[in-house]
């Protein structure tokens, strides 16, 4: 039953931070070399963490109304001035902070990213499905050479991820069923939620995402409908359900 | 003064129908093509252009309200319906309605629109700006091989063109100020519009949009920053600017 139903999947949506992109070591790299720069010093991982750590609840309060729409840029630089008051780092500028603050939109992609897209996009339309906003998304495709079709964000619904808007707009803008959309992600709540809207869902576990010493979760799930090692094995898996129902 | 503001532009959007793609003989084509399988015959260009001229009324009764929110492919559909009535064609089944009206989604390039696109998108931003619905518009990338680097449409900030939330929303979206944002349209009064709400202008007149007998208007006007022959040419002119100014 799953397999003739992965047979119709027409689009294929991506969580971004994590599925698509190591956000980590690019965080990482980034705040390193501004750190020997300008002479301060971290655990430069851990601050990736921080920063990453803050980006749930805030989004959060976004979601249960405590705080009006706000862009997930403007979001990591609340979350930033916090971490850089907390580490007593007063010497960078405006400016500096600023760019800092835009090292989200310059990820690197998995190894495996762009060919396995670019692989995917020839049988399906590809898109992100991100909470990161849109100039983010687009930034980060022109720096890393992410071939999207179209790029989807919280941004449009003004609805973060995990708020049914959020992924139900995938249907309703690409203009198919919402149960030909697979939503694709690294982390099983994400897809948990794309299920019960009615998604078909392909999981890509990355056992990197949070450094070497990550534990990686392999279990099945009643709502994970495809499980591959990275985007070019789901691409090699999805042309198989095609074949099969063809 | 404008060479310099030229040099700022860091994103160009598109008008789409007319000025990337040539809807008339592409929908004459399919009309012609779906009349000659079912044996009814008209005058296909005629019926192009019919179509074409329900969709600006058809959209302004969505501007001023008289209308809700309703995409550009169900506008098409109520004109079609209508244009079939008119011309006492009965014979087609709802399947076949549905694909002809969805041949807006299939609409050919100007020969020079995906050279001139591809060349443009290394040094810029390129985005749709198109009352089109992003269903439609990410259809006919693909079909077309259109190089976005993001689907920008009305259905996001649900105004059409010519309202300024359409042209404003460029900047908010793309993260950059509008006068950074360039339009590139093939209509003087999308240039006019785009103009007043503060972006720069691209003029790029298509002479055979409305058929080989088409007189295009190539005067200058105060509100276009820059007017060129095809977009490879655009690409060359921008190209230039640059230069100027680095």
């Known amino acids: 039953m799953n397999e003739i139903n992965l047979s119709q999947v027409k689009a294929m949506t991506f969580d971004v931070f994590g599925t698509v992109v190591d956000w980590r070591r690019s965080i ?18 851990s ?3 921080e920063w990453r750590s803050g980006y749930a609840p805030s989004m959060n309060k976004v979601r249960n109304g405590e705080m009006p729409w706000t862009k997930i840029d403007n979001l990591h630089r609340m979350i930033l001035d916090e971490l850089l008051s907390k580490h007593k780092i007063s010497i960078l500028s405006e400016e500096e902070i600023d760019s800092l603050n835009k090292a989200w939109h310059r990820l690197d992609p998995w190894p495996d990213s762009v060919e396995g897209l670019t692989l995917l996009k020839r049988n399906y339309i590809i898109s992100s499905l991100s909470n990161g906003n849109v100039a983010l998304l687009v930034n980060m495709a022109k720096y890393g050479g992410l071939p999207w079709d179209v790029v989807l964000s919280a941004e449009f619904s003004k609805h973060y991820k995990p708020d049914p808007e959020s992924y139900l707009s995938t249907g309703e803008y690409l ?5 030909q959309v697979m939503m694709v992600a690294a982390h099983k709540n994400d ?53 099969t129902n063809s």
Chains 1, 2 share one sequence.
């Open 191 to 243: 897809l948990k939620s794309a299920k019960s809207n009615g998604m078909m869902t392909g999981y890509v576990p990355r056992a990197k995402e949070h450094g070497e010493n990550t534990v990686a979760d392999y279990a099945e799930e009643d709502y994970i409908d495809i499980m591959a090692d990275d985007f070019i094995d789901l691409s090699q898996k999805m042309s198989a359900t095609k074949e």
């Open 28 to 45: 990482a790299r980034e705040i390193q070399e501004l750190g020997q720069k300008k002479g301060f010093d971290l655990d430069w991982n």
């Open 175 to 179: 203009g198919i069923p919402i149960n």
């Open 47 to 49: 601050f990736a963490d």
